[in-house]
């Protein structure tokens, strides 16, 4: 797990939070708006929880993990993104750590909010290049 982006303000990278943590995770900051059941601050070992950076209430619930309202939810999503000022919390967190580890509760690693996250943050820092 643990897919990165490379950038020019650091390193991006998502990872369950229900995988152990590792000396090489860098910045942890859980991304949810809900704690993670089962886990404990202590076993999180987090930097910040940015609750505010994850989809809003009603966006959550309508996308429901479900695979085909993926790319739905993706635009919605992204769209909520563009202005949050939580955004530039993480570049600044990059910038000044290198590596920022996002974390996520969700089940799977590839249709969740952080992954959509983790691509929006690549693409914006490209863009500020």
């Known amino acids: 797990m643990g897919n990165s982006q490379r950038n020019s303000a650091g390193t991006f990278v998502i990872k369950r939070i229900y995988d152990d943590p590792s000396d090489d995770d860098g910045c942890r900051v859980l991304v949810d708006r809900l704690w993670p059941r089962g886990v404990s ?22 996308f429901g993990h479900m695979q ?14 563009e202005g949050n000022p939580a955004v530039q919390t993480l570049y600044g967190l ?10 996520f509760g969700a089940r799977d690693p590839e249709t ?14 490209n863009s500020r290049k």
């Open 41 to 62: 601050k202590e076993r999180a070992q987090l930097e910040l929880w940015l609750k505010d950076v994850a989809p809003s209430a009603p966006l959550r619930k309508e």
């Open 112 to 125: 969740n909010h952080a992954r959509v996250l983790q691509e929006f943050l690549e693409r914006g820092s």
């Open 94 to 103: 990059a910038a000044e750590h290198g590596k920022v580890t996002l974390l």
């Open 68 to 81: 085909e309202r993926f790319a739905d939810f993706r635009a919605a999503y992204e769209a909520e993104l």
